[in-house]
């Protein structure tokens, strides 16, 4: 449960969406959704304040997302919070199903907060959540499916002996919250991990259990940081050491910290609001987690130094195990950063980024991440990069033929010479927030910045800039993502950082480097070095009230940079949660205005 105070909004949508339950290749394009922020591919309630993913999870050749929601406004309110819960046939296009837990009993009677869903051996999918009980403790409650043949599970049951897991009495009852999915050890017995402060020190806890209902504590903590008093939202999953096939966290537990598999503890930070992980190994004797002793030292206990999922404005992530496609896909809230007067103005507040495949990069060290496949299924128009695919010193591109305000775009850029990268004092690879703020897409330097104008009104006024640069080290070179979005909107009251961070690639050697954008009116995710630095951002810029969005390829380097490739596409509106009124095709789509 994201406990941090975040703004975000509702506005009354009098629109046409499409409601769709199939996974048809060729999703249908309804009228545009009203509100200019409001996205058409990411996933988002029809209205109202939502934020962390719960318990994402594939189900019966079903994919669920549950999340936080509050169903009676566009502001997060501790009383209020319930779990949403939505249905999909292709992660794209979803349907709205009524909420699968609302605050009714004692033990969640101030919100059923964040958890996960966990598929018993029967086959029966199980729900552990905190509740924020009556007393406002949090405690850790159950509930089952009233009908599990049920195909798209849309009532949920909470038994009279929650809570199976009161607040223990060395821990917080203010920070004891967001269990994750269970896995099965090799002794058989279920175990589960959970953000806590014990005894003063902020720790990820194990619980095990042989029946899901009667549950001891792990003498030692999975994780513990004493330098970072509070985690939340932990996430334990498992990759594989080579390949980009997901693994199921039951199948990898029973062989233990096995060759071929290793590790990902994942926690988020709500005094940094970030989220960070690190590769190790997991072991199911003894429930800990231990770090390569190399890494221990380069980055420490200390869950701040750790890796970031992504480097720019995102949240709470989650992942589950895509039997059907064999891979692990992550979920992550995505906040606006406009005020709460807009969101409550708007009538929504929250967005979940596209889900995205996550893997171990040959390296063995960081995560790959990449948007899932069938967002090609929204591919329409193909965009082309005007002037030849040289771009010179001080130049500016535009991508024509598609609208710059809903696309895919992927650019790959080649480097003749490094001789002329900027060098960089080694303190500076501390903050890279800082480095990009003070070297933005305007200020021109030796190889960069180049990239992306994205967002762009057509006098430049307002404009997003994604963009590389290459910096000269003492022994070797760097390569630098950056988002700047000081001049994305002349809106006031609008939060415009700059986000930075470094891509782990060998530039020296490969003298090429990729960015793939993907932009949804109010959302812009990047993806630099195939995936291996990730960048999400909100944008607001006013132009688009009364005039189109413009794409741009743009070089400040001292030197040209050609662009060796370029797949450019036009992405039609997805069907999302066309309205809150449970109702679901299953003959394919049909626009909520049909459905009387």
Partial sequence: MALAGLPLSVFAIAVHFCLVFSSSSSPPVCA????????????????????????????????????????????????????GHSVSGDLVNWAALDN???????????????????????????????????????????AFPKNPRDPVLREWTKPGYNPVIPVPADVSPDNFRDPTTAWLGRDGLWRFAISAVADG????????????????????????????????????FPVAEHGEDGLDLDASASGGAGAGVRHVL??????????????????????????????????GDDYRRWRRIDHGHLYASKTFYDAGKKRRVLWAWVNESDSEADDVAKGWSGLQSFPRAVWLDEGGRQLVQWPV???????????????????????????????????????????????????????HLRDPDALCGEN???VHGGIGPFGLLVMASGDLRERTAVFFRVFRLSHGYTVLLCTDLTRSTSRAGVYKPS????????????????????????????????????????????????????????????????????????LATASVNAGDDGLISYGGPVCAAQVQ
């Avoid at 997302?65 to 501790?78: C, E």
């Avoid at 605050?103 to 598929?119: E, K, L, Q, W, Y």
């Avoid at 095990?208 to 999975?222: G, I, K, T, V, Y």
């Fill in 266 to 299: 994942k926690v988020s930070m709500p005094d940094t609001l970030e989220d960070y992980y690190m590769v190790g190994r997991y072991d199911d004797a003894d429930d800990t987690f231990t770090v390569p002793p190399e890494d221990l030292e380069a980055h």
């Fill in 32 to 83: 545009a959704n009203g509100h200019r922020d409001r996205t058409a591919y990411h996933f988002q309630p029809a209205k109202n304040w939502q934020n962390d993913p719960n318990g994402p999870v594939y189900y019966n050749g079903m994919y669920h997302l549950f999340y936080q929601y509050n169903p009676h406004g566009a502001l997060w309110d501790v009383g209020n919070l319930s779990w």
């Fill in 100 to 142: 699968a837990l609302n605050p009714t009993a004692p033990f969640d009677a101030n919100g059923c907060a964040s958890g996960s869903v966990t598929i018993l051996p029967d086959g029966v999918p199980v729900i552990m959540y905190s509740g924020i009980d009556a007393r406002r403790r949090q405690v850790q409650n159950v």
């Fill in 499 to 570: 986000h930075g961070g470094f891509v782990d690639i060998d530039i020296e050697k490969d003298r090429a480097i990729s960015l793939r954008t993907l932009i949804d009116h109010s959302i812009v995710e990047s993806f630099g070095g195939g995936g291996r630095t990730c960048m999400t951002a909100r944008v607001y810029p006013e132009h688009v009230a009364t005039g189109s969005s413009h794409l741009y390829v743009f070089n400040n380097a001292s030197d040209a940079v050609k662009v060796s490739k370029l797949e450019a596409w036009e």
């Fill in 201 to 236: 020190v902020g720790a990820t806890l194990v619980y095990r259990s042989a029946d899901f209902l009667r549950w001891e504590r792990n003498a030692a903590p999975l994780h513990a940081s004493r330098d970072a008093v509070m985690a939340e939202c932990p996430d334990l």
């Fill in 373 to 427: 496949e069938e967002i090609e299924t929204l591919r329409r128009k193909r965009g082309v990069l005007l002037g030849g695919n040289e771009v010179e010193a001080g130049g500016l591109r535009e991508i024509g033929g598609i609208a710059g305000s809903q696309a895919d775009v992927e650019v790959a850029f080649e480097i003749a010479s490094l001789a002329g990268a900027d060098r960089l004092d080694p303190d």
């Fill in 440 to 442: 933005g897409a305007a």
